[in-house]
């Protein structure tokens, strides 16, 4: 409509069953997106102007982020939002409605660039502080009921279920997100003749692994193997209780510490500097991969929906996170047992890391395990 006149310049036909459209559109460089529940999904449309006329073009219509209310946000070019019948948190490509990555729950998501924010906790759940980093939202801070916040630069607010989301820590300006190649999936020794060789080989090299050999390792210690699985989440090589995935990876390399994000397999930035004396002294200080196992017990989801009701029990998520830990590093080992490379799991710097790391009071430093070439 024409904000001067009220006079109806252009419509079209984008309805979901109930007639009911209720998160508001976007409109962005004479692109308007909107979406609706109930399965009608997202559309992104480019609004024309030829001869004092105003044309709407459809320039993708997708079932994804079908938003039931709570709305949708636009930042740096790629869509934030829940959606219902397509379930979960998602992040969609702006210029061609591409779903980039999708994890479980469901709330309302407010951005903003600075200043104090009061958020609600609703659907059971806390109301989340989140940074946005690489086109994936991540945990930074949770806050109490009807808390104010002084809020990050590029920050989010998420209020709703907080299943599937990770507690990230912030991007160091001094390093650079490495994007890792496809992982090898075929090759190297059977499982049988890996296990026969599987052993602990504390006589490692400084030599630095190839970054192909680096991207298989992290696949097989904790990648996705297939796109869906239990709670709405991606299948991992690794299992996990309730597949929270409650484990991430910190891997210090001998330029800095990253973080292993396993969709969309790179390693984003933590903090730059050699932190891998924090894994342990000899030659895990020398080892040109050392992987830190962190536990984040935001990962347990606590609402109505999970069926583990003791899952909230400190002593049942030490139980867990442990549990799955060993999982992981196991994989750790066979890789490494396949492709001839020596391993060792072992304890580790458990104080320092948790400042130069910058993690919360939600994750806990659990062991280290080095990799690399044998000596």
Request: with cysteine; glycine share 10%.
């Amino acid at each position: 409509m024409d904000i001067k006149t009220g006079k109806l310049l252009w419509q079209t036909e984008f309805e979901n069953s109930r007639s009911n459209n209720v998160p508001d559109p976007i409109f962005h460089n004479g692109y308007l997106f909107a979406s609706s529940g109930y399965g009608k999904g997202s559309i992104l449309l480019k609004l024309n102007v030829a001869n004092g006329r105003m044309t709407p073009e459809t320039v993708w219509q997708t079932e994804h982020m079908d938003n039931h209310h709570g709305g949708v946000i636009l930042h740096e070019g790629y869509f934030y939002g829940a959606g219902q019948n397509d379930r979960g948190w998602s992040c969609m490509d702006f210029r061609t409605g591409e779903q980039t990555w999708k994890e479980g729950g469901k709330g309302s998501i407010t951005y903003a660039e600075q200043g104090s924010i009061s958020a609600t906790r609703i659907n059971y759940s806390p109301t989340i502080l989140l940074n946005h980093i690489h086109k994936k939202i991540k945990f930074t801070h949770y806050m109490k009921r009807r808390t104010f916040v002084k809020t990050l630069p590029a920050a989010a607010i998420v209020a709703g279920s907080t299943s599937g989301f990770s507690m990230k820590a912030a991007v160091s300006p001094g390093l650079r997100t490495i994007l890792l190649p496809p992982p090898e999936k075929a090759g190297g020794t059977s499982v049988l003749e890996a296990q026969q060789q599987r052993k602990t080989i504390r006589n490692i090299s400084s030599k630095e692994l190839p970054l192909q050999v680096l991207s298989s390792l992290l696949w097989a210690a904790f990648g996705v193997n297939r796109e869906q699985a239990s709670f709405n989440k991606p299948g991992r090589t690794a299992p996990s209780a309730s597949n929270s995935q409650e484990i991430d990876l910190y891997v210090a390399l001998p330029g800095g510490v990253y973080l292993y994000e396993a969709v969309p397999h790179h390693l984003a930035p933590v903090v730059a500097g050699d932190f891998r004396g924090r894994a342990g002294r000899g030659r895990a200080a020398e080892a040109p991969v050392n992987i830190f196992y962190v536990a984040d017990l935001s990962r347990y989801d606590l609402g109505p929906d999970q069926p583990d009701r003791a899952i909230g029990d400190p002593e049942v998520q030490k139980s867990y996170f442990y549990t799955d830990t060993g999982f992981i590093a196991q994989n750790v080992y066979l890789f490494a047992a396949s492709q001839g490379l020596a391993a060792w799991f072992h304890n580790c710097d458990k104080e320092n890391p948790v400042r130069e790391f910058n993690l919360n009071t939600g994750q806990r430093i659990l062991f280290a395990q080095s990799v690399g070439y044998k000596a």
